[in-house]
């Protein structure tokens, strides 16, 4: 244990620029590559704390929409993804402390840490430190930072696994781990100012992935 601020790690940012957003990505990403395949042994069987079997309450009061008649489908996918990790379960910027200079973050809050899909954590980070116009703006760049910060972790880590294979599901699963954050939102706040037609579209898209 030690104090991140002593440490140097004591600036905290709100609403993110691409700078500060490669930086968090570069964490999930060499956090996720080195618990890559964990068990999770004493921690949660599932990371996060949005996951569906903890939001029964939620999904319950949900007004009928797709969404909802599929939360299941959407959960299942996620949970049965080939290529597990330690999610970090809360990677929001509230839980990021920078160094000031522009190189380095470090992470707190570590309660909903268990096995899961990394692109849960990313897509959970950037619906929460972006505003609309920037996920417009970023989009093109996320995926492709996460799975470029991703794979030099691997070889860092001297994982040798597939990683097109990896890099495949990422990219296919991405769309799905929004449909799960939204289906979040809409039975926990569906007034929250992280509901914006970006958050919609990408929605979308993941759960008509998940139908054809």
Known sequence: ME???DAGFFERIDIADWNSLRLAIRWLAYFHAKFMGSTATNLWEIGTYWHLATRQDE?????????????????NVLNNAKFQTL?????????????PSGEEVAAVDFQYIGRGSGVK??????????????????????LDE????LKQAL??????????ALAEETTRLYPVAWADFYRFLLGWNPQSWKVCDYLKQKSQIGLTRLLK
Do not use: P, R, W
């Not at 999610?87 to 160094?99: Q, S």
């Open 3 to 5: 104090d991140l601020d």
């Open 59 to 75: 999904l319950e009061s949900m007004a009928n929409s797709e969404f909802k008649t599929h939360a299941k489908l959407i959960d």
């Open 87 to 99: 999610l970090h379960g809360d990677a929001k910027f509230e839980n990021l402390c920078f160094h």
């Open 121 to 142: 954590d990313l897509a959970y980070l950037v619906g929460s430190c972006l505003d609309e116009d920037k996920l417009i703006e970023f989009d093109s760049l996320i």
């Open 146 to 149: 996460y799975l470029t910060q």
């Open 155 to 164: 070889i860092a880590n001297n994982n040798a696994l597939d990683f097109d």
